[in-house]
């Protein structure tokens, strides 16, 4: 019996958006609430592409995160796509965790976007404290005060957890009396299949250089059970036969490396042995297609 079924208090339950501009730290935070890696975190902006959400439950209160893609500027499909998941999961949220990032300020995509916010629901997020000096936080604790007056604020660090209590605490006090919406076990919407394609990806963003993360996508073909280990096979695709050369690589050194380390993750989420095997396709125009980038939950 957890603490929710010994409690006479009605239980608690709300969307909260981690939204903002790309690069901000919202699937870092996102992770580290959680205290597992749910949504794939890199240096890279534009990493996370579609809303994952993230059930946390503490006590008789459930807090359903939904970590959304960073807000942009691109134009194209995809980018269009990403944005409006970003929008709607702010729109369905009873708190929106709106996501600055210390080190770098506010910046316009910062301003035009907070413009949009309603500041009773929004919760704004200083984030990356651990990277500025004190002196530097205080002109931008007033910047975002007159930026959306009446909209708390709340400083950490993402990374180091310092301050990610208090938000917690902050969180658990706003969200209305009601049902749960998940079991309280249930970490997760996505699938095993979608978390697996996400690690792949994940290593591709971080194995390689400049635009070609934006050119890559990831889809599990297949996910088997087997006694003992589970197999998996999965195909990257990519918009042209030069980008697909540089993810295979030399004598296919480049995809054995991002296997190599996809496989690490994939095994740890699953806690199984894996057998991964990729396979790299071109998909010229993957970007534009509306179908294509449905099957990838945008
Ligand atoms: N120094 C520092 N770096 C952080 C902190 N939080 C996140 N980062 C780093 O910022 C980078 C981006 O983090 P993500 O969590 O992927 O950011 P995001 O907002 O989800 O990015 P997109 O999904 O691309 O929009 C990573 O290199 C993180 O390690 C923090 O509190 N301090
Ligand atoms: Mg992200």
Redesign the pocket.
């Known amino acids: 019996m957890n603490e929710h079924e010994r409690s006479d208090a009605p239980s608690r339950a709300g969307f909260v958006a981690i939204a903002?501009a790309?690069?901000?730290?919202?699937?870092?935070?996102l992770n580290r609430i959680l205290g597992h890696p749910l949504s794939i975190?890199?240096?890279?902006?534009?990493?996370?592409r579609t809303r994952i959400l993230g059930v946390e439950t503490i006590g008789n209160t459930q807090i359903v995160f939904c970590?959304t893609?960073?807000i942009h500027h691109e134009s194209g499909l995809m980018h269009q796509r990403m944005n409006a998941e970003a929008r709607s999961g702010v729109r369905e949220a009873d708190v929106v965790c709106w996501?600055i990032d210390a080190?770098r300020g506010l910046r316009r995509i910062d301003r035009e976007e907070a413009a949009k916010l309603v500041a009773e629901n929004t919760i704004v997020v200083i984030?990356?404290?651990?990277?500025v000096r004190k002196s530097a936080l205080l002109p931008l604790i007033q910047s975002v005060a007159a930026l959306l007056p009446g909209a708390e604020i709340v400083p950490l660090?993402?990374?180091?957890g310092d301050g990610v209590g208090d938000l917690v605490d902050l969180l658990l006090a706003r969200l209305p009396e009601g049902p749960w919406f998940f079991d309280a076990d249930q970490v997760t919407d996505q699938s095993e299949r979608r978390l697996v394609a996400e690690l792949v990806r994940e290593q591709l963003f971080l194995q390689l250089e400049a635009e070609l993360p934006y050119r890559v996508a990831v889809l599990v073909d297949e996910f088997r059970d087997l006694p003992g280990h589970t197999s998996i096979s999965a195909t990257i695709y990519t918009d042209s036969e030069s980008t697909k050369r540089i993810i295979v690589g030399k004598g296919g050194a480049r995809i054995k490396s991002v296997g190599i380390a996809a496989r690490a993750g994939i095994e740890k989420l699953l806690d199984r042995r894996v057998f991964l095997e990729l396979f790299v396709k071109v998909k010229p125009g993957w970007q534009e297609d509306a179908r294509f980038l449905e099957e990838m939950g945008l």
């Open positions: 903002g790309p690069n901000v730290g919202k699937s870092t935070l975190a890199t240096p890279k902006p534009q990493t996370t970590d893609p960073g996501l080190s984030n990356k404290c651990d990277a660090s993402a990374l180091r």
